[in-house]
């Protein structure tokens, strides 16, 4: 099987379009599922930051 790694940036990337994050987020768990697939989230926020977006928006672990 071959595993894919889903890197992204959040701040006006992945974060910045609630509603398209809505929809991304089944499609990205399903191909997680089916392929192992990892998620990574290339940022400059801080630790702390990402864990107050995080509180606030609904990103995949």
Do not use: C, W
Request: hydrophobic fraction near 35%; avoid cysteine; glycine fraction near 4%.
């Amino acid at each position: 099987m071959t595993k894919f790694l889903f890197v992204t940036d959040l701040d006006n990337t992945l974060v910045g379009d609630d509603q398209a994050l809505l929809k991304l987020n089944p499609l990205l768990s399903q191909h997680r599922q089916e392929h192992g697939t990892r998620i990574v989230y290339a940022t400059g926020r801080s630790h702390s930051s990402y864990h107050e977006l995080k509180a606030e928006k609904p990103l995949l672990d």
